[in-house]
């Protein structure tokens, strides 16, 4: 069972990002103890109260201080059994991230973090409206790691516009001095409710240039890997089987609660969405009630689900699985499709499990697509 704790605030909006978050942090102790009330309002959605993660998500969970984040780690353990081995993940942006600051995240139990550094290039940070600077970038991987936190990830984003590679090639070559088991890398994409979205509309910027996008992306996965890295889904990448538990429970559909504003949650039968708005959900929970949205899901929905999200793994998606989830009709529906597409190399069968090639990772949503059930 695994627990994510979304926390919706940040001190400035990025122009890439279109997560629910707030840059006023005046109700945060309202929101944390809401989050807390929601914790114990809960407590019985899944099916076993033994945590295997916990994965504090945002916005920026780094500007929680100590006593809100040991608030919410006491209320956890209260009303969960945590697992002595238990994965505890905490996101941070490098700017929050002092000797001090990882001394109070290690004893309040963090063992992983998440650092979102995007690059280490001064002009593209300033581009993407991260307050961070290239120096802190680094700095603070080697400070964790000095107080004891040696589980890191960072977030590296590619696609920025640049007239070469050369700027990647530098961050990733950056990244690999910093001896870290994980890597999170994400092409940049323009979302409408954006910075760069309302740019885009008024002709201030440019699309993203796919053809440049591909070649990072093929430049960025075959520099990884030639360091030790291993791909286990299409954005994220590990030395030594260090995978995300928590986000590879969610590609292998393990059940999860989510608490806080926009959180989601999933038992098997059917995902709950909680309002992405503070006010509303402070309100809700002030009431004992929870203001989410519940959809049941239909046997297409689990058969499409977990195609969406296994095709992008190195598990991917076992065929009997599949026709268990629809009644055998997943393979009678798709059996001519799934042929042509491993013609065409973009995906292989390998003991009863479809795989996508490399080639097919670049279009892996068009091909979970493609075999999505009607």
């Given at each position: 069972?695994h627990?994510?704790?979304?926390?919706?605030?940040?001190?400035?909006?990025c122009h890439?990002?279109?997560?629910?978050?707030?840059t006023n942090?005046?109700?945060?102790r309202?929101?944390v103890?809401?989050i807390?009330?929601e914790?114990?309002i809960?407590?019985?959605?899944?099916?076993?109260?033994?945590?295997?993660?916990?994965?504090?998500g945002?916005g920026t969970?780094s500007?929680?201080?100590?006593s809100?984040?040991?608030f919410l780690?006491?209320?956890?353990?209260?009303?969960f059994?945590v697992?002595?081995n238990?994965?505890i993940?905490?996101?941070?942006?490098?700017?929050?991230?002092d000797r001090?600051?990882l001394t109070?995240?290690f004893n309040?139990?963090i063992?992983?973090?998440?650092?979102g550094?995007?690059?280490?290039?001064?002009?593209?940070?300033?581009?993407?409206?991260?307050?961070?600077?290239?120096?802190?970038a680094g700095n603070?991987?080697k400070l964790?790691?000095?107080?004891?936190?040696?589980?890191?990830?960072?977030d590296?984003?590619?696609?920025?516009?640049a007239?070469?590679h050369?700027i990647l090639e530098?961050?990733?070559?950056?990244?690999f001095?910093?001896?870290?088991?994980h890597?999170?890398?994400y092409?940049?994409?323009?979302?409408?409710?954006?910075a760069?979205g309302?740019?885009?509309?008024?002709k201030?910027i440019?699309?993203i240039?796919?053809?440049f996008?591909?070649q990072?992306?093929?430049i960025l996965?075959?520099?990884?890997?030639?360091?030790?890295?291993?791909?286990?889904?299409?954005?994220?990448?590990?030395?030594?089987?260090?995978?995300?538990?928590?986000?590879s429970?969610?590609?292998?559909?393990?059940?999860?609660?989510?608490?806080?504003?926009?959180?989601?949650?999933?038992?098997g039968?059917?995902?709950?969405?909680?309002?992405?708005?503070?006010?509303?959900?402070?309100?809700?929970?002030?009431?004992?009630?929870?203001?989410s949205?519940i959809?049941?899901?239909?046997?297409?929905?689990?058969?499409?689900?977990y195609?969406?999200t296994?095709l992008?793994?190195k598990w991917?998606?076992?065929?009997?699985?599949?026709n268990?989830?629809?009644?055998?009709?997943f393979?009678?529906?798709n059996?001519a499709e799934?042929?042509m597409?491993?013609?065409?190399?973009?995906l292989?069968?390998d003991?009863?499990?479809?795989?996508?090639?490399?080639a097919?990772?670049?279009?892996a949503?068009?091909?979970?697509?493609?075999l999505?059930?009607?």
């Amino acid at each position: 069972m695994h627990l994510y704790v979304h926390i919706p605030f940040c001190r400035q909006a990025c122009h890439y990002c279109d997560f629910h978050f707030s840059t006023n942090t005046t109700n945060k102790r309202a929101i944390v103890e809401a989050i807390a009330r929601e914790i114990v309002i809960r407590k019985n959605y899944l099916s076993s109260k033994e945590l295997e993660t916990i994965y504090f998500g945002g916005g920026t969970p780094s500007l929680l201080d100590e006593s809100e984040l040991s608030f919410l780690m006491e209320t956890i353990r209260t009303h969960f059994e945590v697992d002595e081995n238990a994965e505890i993940t905490l996101e941070a942006n490098p700017d929050d991230l002092d000797r001090e600051k990882l001394t109070q995240l290690f004893n309040a139990g963090i063992n992983r973090l998440s650092i979102g550094i995007q690059s280490f290039h001064e002009p593209h940070l300033r581009h993407l409206n991260r307050i961070h600077d290239s120096y802190e970038a680094g700095n603070c991987v080697k400070l964790a790691q000095e107080v004891g936190i040696n589980n890191i990830s960072i977030d590296l984003i590619y696609a920025i516009p640049a007239p070469d590679h050369t700027i990647l090639e530098s961050d990733i070559q950056k990244a690999f001095e910093l001896d870290i088991a994980h890597i999170s890398a994400y092409c940049l994409t323009i979302e409408p409710q954006t910075a760069f979205g309302s740019w885009l509309k008024k002709k201030k910027i440019k699309p993203i240039d796919e053809e440049f996008a591909a070649q990072q992306f093929e430049i960025l996965t075959a520099g990884l890997a030639s360091n030790g890295y291993e791909q286990y889904e299409i954005s994220n990448f590990a030395r030594n089987k260090k995978y995300s538990r928590h986000n590879s429970s969610y590609w292998k559909q393990h059940h999860y609660l989510g608490v806080g504003p926009s959180a989601h949650s999933y038992n098997g039968v059917s995902r709950e969405y909680n309002v992405s708005n503070n006010a509303q959900y402070l309100a809700a929970i002030q009431q004992d009630k929870i203001p989410s949205t519940i959809e049941n899901l239909t046997q297409a929905d689990q058969v499409n689900e977990y195609l969406l999200t296994g095709l992008r793994t190195k598990w991917g998606c076992e065929i009997s699985t599949l026709n268990s989830l629809s009644d055998n009709q997943f393979e009678l529906q798709n059996r001519a499709e799934i042929s042509m597409m491993a013609q065409k190399g973009l995906l292989f069968i390998d003991n009863g499990t479809i795989l996508l090639t490399q080639a097919g990772k670049l279009f892996a949503d068009r091909v979970a697509s493609d075999l999505f059930l009607d």
